[in-house]
């Protein structure tokens, strides 16, 4: 069975940078599409950033476009998300997710992702 571990998330000022990790265990990722998601206090969660099987299709939200990066090394069974530029509308739970899939170069943020994250604390703060 799958299961993923975020880390990385940290007190930040507006206008720095995180790494956050997510590290796989149980299963190979490399047959999982990867999506980032975050979810602020009263608000519903968001999807950030979705990587493919192959790390060659990345899709972000408009919130964060050029801002961040999504990355993947999967043989070291861990994803990455690098946020710059960070802003305080940034201050969110974040959350990695695995979704099994058979295409290698898709991933989409309206999937319904099956195995999750406990998520990091990412808060943006002067």
């Known amino acids: 069975q799958l299961q993923l571990v975020e880390s990385g998330g940290d007190l930040v000022q507006p206008g720095g940078s995180l790494r956050l990790s997510c590290l796989a265990s149980?299963?190979?990722?490399?047959?999982?599409?990867i999506g980032w998601f975050r979810q602020a206090p009263g608000k519903e969660r968001e999807g950030v950033a979705c990587?493919?099987?192959?790390?060659?299709?990345?899709n972000y939200a408009d919130s964060v476009k050029g801002r961040f990066t999504a990355s993947r090394e999967n043989t070291k069974n861990t994803a990455y998300l690098q946020m710059n530029d960070l802003r305080p509308e940034d201050t969110a739970v974040y959350y990695c997710?695995?979704?099994?899939?058979?295409?290698?170069?898709?991933?989409?943020?309206?999937?319904?992702?099956?195995?999750w994250g406990q998520g990091t604390q990412v808060t943006v703060s002067s």
């Open positions: 997710a695995a979704e099994w899939t058979t295409v290698q170069s898709v991933c989409r943020l309206d999937w319904t992702f099956a195995t």
């Open positions: 990587i493919s099987r192959s790390g060659r299709s990345i």
């Open positions: 149980g299963l190979s990722l490399d047959i999982y599409a």
